[in-house]
């Protein structure tokens, strides 16, 4: 094992000193990197991001929603309380990695168990919706987000685990003021977006000296997407996208594996079913598309 991360030390060192020497021999590839990078950011990301957080903080505080729904979806995906429903469909809005931030909040003020925390981690892995709907056409967007669910619901019949019975205590309301939620939208989502841009600046000029285009998407969700997009349409295309989104992407990755470092949360079991759902989701894309081949 040692050995193993000596190596990858070794090489990983030997990578930046070479994007080092294409930095000082190329150094207008770097800024033009870094301008389309900044734009994807702004022209997708920003109004995206920003819906979909504001809408999150709005249901976190103010779950009306999940209490309705929960009846209905606790018998299928084994919800341990009423915390877990909500946020469960919180992710779906907002996607990863806030939504890993808010379920590792949960488990630090014992809102929900750590058991309960590891299985959201598993199947409550979704990329923001309404940066989805600002990336696809509506009829693509519908076939990735029916992906995702169908995706979603199979990992919990795969992880499925009995509930901590101390958790399953019945919901009371929050009660927040709107004020003290406008506020903490003020000061905390400024933060998250520059966070983002961060981290898709740096995974995206660590992937310069890649040439493959389809292995260089799969390091920055946002300007793989772009990417791809503009590809011809085919299985293989579409495949690429699928395991892109269904694994996030390194940069959304690397952002989860942060989160986690200091939580009791394991990370190495969403690594894991994040490959188990790449592989789920593609079965479930070559079904759709023979059916639709067929009939």
């Known amino acids: 094992m040692k050995f193993i991360q000596k190596t990858f030390y070794i090489f990983i060192s030997f990578y930046f000193i070479i994007l080092l020497f294409y930095f000082l021999y190329n150094k207008e590839v770097f800024f033009e990197s870094f301008r389309i990078t900044i734009i994807l950011w702004f022209e997708k990301l920003v109004p995206s991001i920003s819906i979909s957080y504001i809408l999150s903080i709005?249901?976190?505080?103010?779950?009306?929603?999940s209490y309705i729904i929960f009846p209905?979806?606790?018998?299928?995906?084994?919800f341990e309380n009423q915390k877990s429903c909500s946020l469960f469909?919180?992710?779906i809005i907002v996607g990863n990695p806030t939504s890993t931030n808010l379920i590792n909040n949960a488990v630090n003020n014992n809102e929900i168990s750590i058991n309960e925390g590891n299985k959201l981690l598993t199947y409550s892995c979704f990329i923001s919706t309404p940066f989805l709907y600002s990336i696809f056409e509506f009829n693509i967007f519908i076939l990735i987000l029916i992906l995702e669910l169908i995706t979603s619901l199979i990992i919990t019949r795969i992880n499925y685990t009995n509930n901590d019975l101390s958790f399953t205590k019945k919901f009371s309301i929050p009660t927040h003021s709107i004020l003290s939620t406008y506020f903490n939208i003020v000061n905390t989502l400024?933060?998250?977006?520059?966070?983002?841009l961060a981290s898709m600046v740096i995974c995206n000029l660590i992937s310069l000296l890649i040439t493959n285009s389809y292995i260089k998407s799969l390091f920055e969700i946002t300007s793989g997407l772009n990417t791809l997009i503009n590809f011809k349409q085919s299985f293989f295309t579409f495949s690429i996208i699928t395991i892109l989104i269904i694994s996030h992407g390194l940069a959304i990755i690397l952002q989860v594996y942060w989160i986690l470092k200091?939580?009791?949360?394991s990370f190495s079991d969403f690594i894991k079913y994040r490959v188990i759902a790449v592989f789920i989701s593609l079965i479930n894309l070559i079904i759709i598309y023979l059916f639709i081949f067929f009939f």
């Open 190 to 196: 400024p933060t998250l977006l520059l966070s983002i």
């Open 89 to 91: 469909l919180i992710s």
């Open 58 to 65: 709005f249901l976190v505080n103010f779950p009306l929603i």
């Open 262 to 265: 200091k939580s009791s949360l």
């Open 72 to 78: 209905i979806l606790k018998t299928i995906y084994n």
